[in-house]
């Protein structure tokens, strides 16, 4: 059976957290508020599912010629996960002004942001792969399930940037913490699925 609930917990808090993405989506969402920004979102949405679409076809290739390079990969990912974990819960909260914004900027983010590039490696290696391998349709729905839940909460972020920077400057800590742990208990889960 489909681990949903250990998928799903993983898609959302890397989604979530504080990334490229999210930032700069915050940036242009309180300087341009939300209509706004929807240019450099859309942007973000296209160029997501497009390497969304490319590393599910990759991973699915490599996982087929080289079975062996999953344990390595969710080492790889767990570590990964637990680095995001650390610098969380250290994160002062303070985000920096990236004020770049318009379509393009945003698809053109996308092929060099190691975030969504990790999230759908560990997406796909992790969870899906091991039920869905040999079924093309499938993997093109969960690729496009992923990049719908990153552009999900790039809307998110952009929708309430204000509320969100006061937010994590006021209580910093305590949120750095939950997404700390949970993060932690997402790179633990890898290996007890």
């Not at 990912?77 to 004020?99: C, I, K, N, P, Q």
């Amino acid at each position: 059976m489909f681990p949903w609930f250990s998928f799903l917990t993983y898609a959302v808090i890397t989604a979530v957290t504080p990334g490229p993405n999210n930032i700069m989506s915050m940036s242009n969402g309180s300087r341009k508020g939300f209509r706004g920004a929807m240019p450099f979102t859309f942007g973000i949405w296209v160029g997501f599912t497009a390497v969304m679409l490319l590393c599910t076809a990759f991973c699915g290739a490599l996982s087929a010629l080289i079975p062996k390079i999953k344990l390595p990969m969710l080492i790889l990912g767990a570590l990964y996960m637990l680095y995001l974990a650390w610098e969380t819960f250290r994160s002062s909260g303070v985000e920096e002004d990236h004020s770049r914004d318009g379509f393009l900027a945003g698809l053109l983010l996308q092929f060099v942001n190691p975030k969504i590039y990790i999230y759908c490696i560990m997406s796909m290696e992790a969870y899906i792969l091991p039920y869905y391998h040999t079924e093309p349709l499938p993997l093109v729905g969960f690729a496009l399930l992923l990049a719908f839940i990153g552009y999900l909460f790039c809307l998110c972020w952009c929708a309430f940037g204000s509320v969100f920077r006061r937010l994590f400057s006021q209580h910093a800590k305590p949120v750095n913490t939950v997404m700390a742990l949970l993060l932690v208990y997402c790179a633990v889960s890898l290996f007890l699925a």
